[in-house]
Every structure is written in structure tokens, then in C-alpha cells.
């Protein structure tokens, strides 16, 4: 629902996987931002590479259901897969961000590029902090 909302904020009638990057800022209690802030120091400097790879806005904003383009589903896809190669019950944060990195082609992944990110590094450092989490989780 938040990415529609992106999409619709843009007068976009799509949800690209750029408007699923947006969300990820939008939720700063998420490993997912956490790393996007560590990695950047800026989340202005990540907004800013989102807004300069968006496509021009539309005319009006859409009502209803907004589709999701085919790299955005591969992208969700990608980010399922990735919570199970981790050998995780759940999807978050984290693993939307693998799943959009992992979509190579899409505008997400050029963004995150950009940034300086690689999905090997991404995939590591998300394990490690899973791990410690989990870890101090248990001593509590």
C-alpha cells in the first residue's frame, strides 16, 4: 500500500521498483534502512538518487489499484527467495532490499549501484546483523 501511495504521490500509474525503495525510507525502524543510512549517511542523498532516476510525474494522480510493473513482482519475488536462502519465516526490510538488488536491471537496483552497494556485500552484512540480533535477543 505504500508503494501505491509513492506511485500516486508521483502521478505515476505504475509501482516500479524505485516507488519500492521509497518505502524502504519510509520505514526507519528497518534494518533495511539502517544499512541505506550507514552505507550513504544521507538519507537525502538516497531520496535525491530516487528522484533523478523517477520518470517525469503524470498529469493527475490515479484512484484505485496502481499495477505493479514486472520488474516490481520480480523484485518481491527476488526478496521471498532471498528470506529463504537466509533461512528465514519472514520477509522484511531487509530482504525487499536484497530482492531489489538482486532485480539487476531494474531502477532500484541501478540506484543502489549508484550508492556504492553490491547485492554480495548486502547479503553478508544483512546475515551478520541478523545474527548479532539474534544473538543479544537470546542473552536478554
Do not use: N
Amino acid at each position: 500500500m505504500l508503494a501505491q501511495e509513492a506511485a500516486r504521490t508521483h502521478k505515476h500509474d505504475f509501482i516500479g521498483t524505485e516507488h519500492l525503495l521509497l518505502v524502504l525510507l519510509g520505514e526507519p525502524q528497518g534494518l533495511a534502512y539502517e544499512m541505506l543510512i550507514a552505507k550513504t549517511e544521507s538519507e537525502q542523498r538516497i531520496r535525491d538518487a530516487i528522484e533523478e532516476a523517477m520518470p517525469p510525474a503524470g498529469e493527475k494522480a490515479l484512484r484505485g489499484h496502481i499495477a505493479f510493473r514486472p520488474e516490481s513482482k520480480e523484485a518481491i519475488e527476488q526478496a521471498r527467495r532471498a528470506s529463504a536462502d537466509l533461512g528465514h519465516d519472514w520477509v522484511g526490510t531487509e530482504h525487499t532490499l536484497l530482492g531489489l538488488i538482486h532485480t539487476e536491471s531494474s531502477p532500484a537496483a541501478q540506484i543502489l549501484r549508484t550508492l556504492g552497494f553490491t547485492s554480495d556485500e548486502l547479503r553478508e552484512t544483512i546475515r551478520t546483523e541478523i545474527t548479532k540480533r539474534s544473538a543479544a535477543r537470546d542473552k536478554q
